[in-house]
């Protein structure tokens, strides 16, 4: 099992709509949490950067920690099309030298 | 402006052959980071460097190998041993290990 999973996709929306990206992890140690965006053969940028558990909002995106659940989120509002990326989750702790743990990435189109 | 800079932007190995990978950045961050992307897998580390002089092997080293002479570059090569170097090659550079960390535009290797 990896230690954080991501839904591949591709996911599909119509532009406008609401998105919802997720992460599960399985390390209950983590406490940093960060969302990246990367375009199709570009590096990834940071969007979002997280502590410990609750909400952040940045605009139209949205992350949320659920450390219970071990469960995390990036809501993105009034989708356009040049949100068409790929979504990659990263996570880390003390205990793992700050080194970040990724998700695989989601593929986000939004379609005109 | 500051960044990171990572060339050539696509490279082609030949059977046998080492090919170094070029990376600089002049944002003044102490650590560099190597990562490989594989179609439908997360960024996997291959080295890390924290400071000059110093760095340590990430998850997926065997085959590859880096310097860190000045703080602002830190080129990886990419050995005959690694019989399956095909791949899309990020550099990142953070302030500590603990910071947020930037990415380059990536390098695509592929082999002939």
């Known amino acids: 099992q990896k230690e954080v999973e991501q839904d591949p996709g591709p996911l599909s929306v119509p532009e406008g709509a609401i998105v919802s990206l997720n992460c599960t992890y399985s390390n209950s140690a983590f406490q940093y949490f960060m969302w990246y965006r990367q375009y199709s053969r570009k590096g990834p940028e940071l969007l979002m950067y997280t502590y410990s558990s609750g909400n952040k909002e940045d605009g139209r995106f949205t992350a949320q920690v659920d450390k219970s659940s071990k469960y995390i989120s990036l809501f993105i509002r009034d989708s356009q099309p040049s949100d068409s990326a790929t979504y990659l989750c990263?996570?880390?702790?003390?205990?793992?030298?700050?080194?970040?743990?990724w998700g695989a990435g989601t593929k986000l189109i939004i379609k005109p | 402006d500051g960044g990171i800079t990572q060339s050539p932007k696509y490279l082609f190995r030949k059977e046998g052959q080492n090919v170094t990978l070029s990376c600089e950045q002049n944002?003044?961050?102490?650590?560099m980071y190597w990562y490989r992307q594989d179609p439908g897998q997360g960024l996997r580390l291959i080295y890390y460097?924290?400071?000059?002089?110093?760095?340590q092997k990430g998850d997926i080293a065997e085959g590859y190998s880096v310097s860190r002479e000045k703080k602002e570059s830190f080129p990886l090569t990419v050995t005959s041993a690694q019989k399956n170097p095909t791949a899309f090659y990020l550099c990142a550079s953070s302030k500590g290990t603990a910071e947020t960390q930037y990415f380059g535009p990536g390098t695509r290797l592929l082999v002939l």
């Open positions: 460097s924290q400071i000059v002089n110093d760095f």
């Open positions: 990263a996570m880390t702790n003390m205990d793992s030298n700050y080194q970040l743990i």
């Open positions: 944002l003044n961050h102490d650590a």
